[in-house]
Structures are given as C-alpha cells and as structure tokens.
C-alpha cells in the first residue's frame, strides 16, 4: 500500500471483513484514536461541545483520566 505524501494518508483504501466477536476490538481502536485525535483538537482550540461535556473541559482532564491509563497499558 502506497501513502501519499500529504500527511501519511492512504492513497488506497483496504477493506476488512470483521465478525462480531471483533467488533468490541475495533470499537475499542476506534475510540483510542478519537481520544489521540482529541488530545490534539485542544491544541488547535478545536474541541466541539460535545466532545467536552463527555470528555472534559481541558486536554489535562483527557490525559488524566483516559489517555493516561490507556498509554500505562500500551504494548511497546
């Protein structure tokens, strides 16, 4: 698969065939990037309203209370 040079994103899409039993992994991955993403939407002062009232008022209250124990547990 070939990446563009904008950014690293695919320039191919590829499509994967999930079973139920691995669709709580991918939700668990899905979930783990938004918050990755969301650490840096406090940068760029771009949180929406939701994404504050559910995850906190501060990138501090994102890293504290889920990135923090998310990254503890990352395999490296």
């Not at 690293?8 to 079973?19: A, D, M, R, W, Y």
């Not at 504050?52 to 503890?72: A, C, E, H, I």
């Amino acid at each position: 698969m070939q990446t563009s040079l904008i950014g690293g994103i695919p320039s191919e899409v590829e499509f994967v065939e999930t079973h139920q039993e691995d669709d709580v992994l991918m939700q668990v991955a899905d979930l783990i990037c938004y918050l990755e993403t969301l650490y840096y939407k406090f940068d760029e002062g771009q949180p929406t309203n939701s994404d504050l009232d559910f995850f906190g008022r501060t990138k501090s209250d994102v890293n504290r209370k889920y990135l923090d124990p998310l990254r503890k547990k990352q395999l490296k």
